[in-house]
């Protein structure tokens, strides 16, 4: 996605110098009685950017980078158009109002597809992963590290119908986003799913779960887990 909004931000530009040079009366905003007030200007807007962008939103927020990179995008072309307006002649500023809007839409429109793309859900990955198969048998290896740094396994088998639904229809809402997180280590919880002669695996930690080979972050509770660990489970150390 980050490659598709410099490619974006290379062509709005590239529309700007090509088609604003047939727009302008030989000169531009920044060759103009106002260049200093829009270089100040535009340092201003940028400074402005990232102070809030530091300090009042979660830059790892796919939701609150969208919102930020509008609002500078409206920003820096609705400042240009204002500046070319008030000290360049012509109509070069009517373009930089249509690259306002075409670059917010844009931007909308590319997150919202990498919405769709990236974000899932455990339901439909472990249905997917399970081709709707009846689960008979549930194993959960739990690789735990002890107070004196070593490390234990352990294991509990879960072959009660009720419990084996919970655990898979209950978090069955839990939003997944696609992830490059592959660092799936020996402190994984293992889960194997037994169904007609075969078994399906998955591996689970706090935030990341792996199905089907498919790594995901997990937005937001991590259900699946809280209910592995709080549920009265009958583990015995794996020897």
């Known amino acids: 996605m980050v490659l598709i909004l410099l490619l974006l931000f290379l062509i709005l530009n590239g529309i700007d110098s090509f088609i604003g040079k ?93 919405d769709i793309i990236t974000h899932t859900t455990f339901g439909e990955e472990i249905n997917e992963l399970l081709e709707g198969e009846e689960t008979n048998k549930i194993t959960i290896l739990w690789p735990k590290e002890t107070e004196n740094n070593t490390d234990i396994y352990l294991r509990t088998t879960i072959d009660d119908k009720a419990i084996i639904n919970t655990l898979i229809t209950e978090p069955s809402d839990m939003d997944l986003i696609k992830s490059d997180y592959t660092n799936f280590n020996l402190h994984e919880m293992k889960i194997t799913f037994f169904h007609d002669n075969k078994s399906s695996m998955i591996f689970l930690n706090e935030d990341y779960i792996e199905i089907n080979g498919e790594h995901y972050e997990i937005s937001g509770e991590n259900r699946l887990y809280k209910m592995i660990v709080n549920k009265e489970l009958e583990w015995v150390q794996d020897e």
């Open 22 to 114: 047939r727009l302008e009366p030989g000169y531009n905003v920044a060759e103009s009685d106002g260049k200093v007030k829009f270089r100040v200007g535009g340092i201003l807007i940028i400074i402005l950017y990232f102070g809030i962008a530091y300090t009042m939103f979660d830059l790892e927020n796919l939701n609150h980078a969208k919102w930020l990179l509008i609002f500078f995008l409206i920003s820096f072309w609705g400042f240009q158009s204002f500046m070319e307006w008030k000290y360049v002649e012509g109509k070069k500023f009517k373009l930089s109002l249509l690259l306002m809007a075409v670059s917010a839409i844009s931007v909308f429109a590319i997150f919202y597809v990498n």
